[in-house]
């Protein structure tokens, strides 16, 4: 639904109940956001002016989060569905060589977007198949 949509983005951009800001981490901060880029809004925490340098289209949801670990999340609505789509990647250190280590931190990073930030159970939203 387009409300629930318009209203799930308007509380990343409000997070903690506050106007105008972002959610600063993810499991108590376990993982730390350090930088937010909003193309809906043309904000950016990364530029001297805070202003996006990429096109902004407030026409659509788009919102992209860096965190200290090297993990891009970027939540995005979709262009011809109402639906929420999630893109992440996760660049590891070159000193860590464990595969295994760098996927279980994706997924519970993963996890914790969806969780704490998307909230499907309290959205009735419907998890797309695995």
Known sequence: EPEVIKKLFNRLRNFGETSD?????????KYRVVAVRDLTTGYDSTTPDHRATLPVSRSSQ???????????????????????????ELCASPQNKDIDEVKSVLKEMIGAIVEEWLQPKLNNLISRSD
Do not use: C
């Open 62 to 88: 788009m919102v992209t989060f860096s965190f200290h670990n090297g993990l891009v999340a970027t939540l995005r609505t979709s262009g011809t569905e109402p639906k929420i789509k999630y893109y992440t």
């Open 21 to 29: 800001t972002y959610p600063e981490g993810l499991l108590d901060n």
